[in-house]
T-cell receptor, first 111, second 119 residues
Framework: QKEVEQNSGPLSVPEGAIASLNCTYS??????FFWYRQYSGKSPELIMSIYSNGDKEDGRFTAQLNKASQYVSLLIRDSQPSDSATYLCAVKPGGGNKLTFGTGTQLKVEL | GAVVSQHPSRVICKSGTSVKIECRSL??????MFWYRQFPKQSLMLMAT?????????EQGVEKDKFLINHASLTLSTLTVTSAHPEDSSFYIC???????????????FGPGTRLLVL
């Protein structure tokens, strides 16, 4: 079982719709969770971080964390073509220093 | 967010030569930096953790004598690809966590990456 799992996609949503990206992780003591966006040919860009159970909203983005289910998600409201990218879920274990990345979900927002 | 720079952004070199890539944290201190490599359409692969003032920690399968890492200050880490070969051609990305005094180091920020092509 991979430590951080994401559906590779592509996930296609129409412009204006809500995109829902999901991630599960295996290490129960993980403390910090991040979502990065990576455009083709570019490096990852941090868009959201979440550390406690519940929802965290930032503009059109909402991160949701459920530690009991070992599940973290990212919702993108009013999706735009410019949101088309690969979204990487990253998890930092409680006692560790390194991030563990999922393989990423490719999102396509269609006109 | 914190800013991480990398130089050069792109480099083409001949097989057998060495290439140095610099990674700088511009507005924060980073006692730890990370070096990743990414091949086309693949996920990020952590190569090594760079520790300021001490030896780097390499991931399994990464040759420390080939990928030399130096972290001489709180804002600079360098990766030198020695005796580069075509199979070393890849996208190299550094990353750093804001570990300035008083800050809770959590989020990790990436540099823009260096695209290496070895002919």
């Amino acid at each position: 079982q991979k430590e951080v799992e994401q559906n590779s996609g592509p996930l296609s949503v129409p412009e204006g719709a809500i995109a829902s990206l999901n991630c599960t992780y295996s290490d129960r003591v993980s403390q910090s969770f991040f979502w990065y966006r990576q455009y083709s040919g570019k490096s990852p860009e941090l868009i959201m971080s979440i550390y406690s159970n519940g929802d965290k909203e930032d503009g059109r983005f909402t991160a949701q964390l459920n530690k009991a289910s070992q599940y973290v998600s990212l919702l993108i409201r009013d999706s735009q073509p410019s949101d088309s990218a690969t979204y990487l879920c990253a998890v930092k274990p409680g006692g560790g220093n390194k991030l563990t990345f999922g393989t990423g979900t490719q999102l396509k927002v269609e006109l | 967010g914190a800013v991480v720079s990398q130089h050069p952004s792109r480099v083409i070199c001949k097989s057998g030569t060495s290439v140095k890539i610099e990674c700088r944290s511009l507005d924060f201190q980073a006692t730890t930096m990370f070096w990743y490599r990414q091949f086309p359409k693949q996920s990020l692969m952590l190569m090594a953790t760079s520790n300021e003032g001490s030896k780097a920690t390499y991931e399994q399968g990464v040759e420390k004598d080939k990928f030399l890492i130096n972290h001489a200050s709180l804002t600079l880490s360098t990766l030198t690809v020695t005796s580069a070969h075509p199979e070393d051609s890849s996208f190299y990305i550094c990353s750093a966590r804001d570990q300035s005094p008083g800050r809770i180091a959590r989020a990790q920020y990436f540099g823009p990456g260096t695209r290496l092509l070895v002919l």
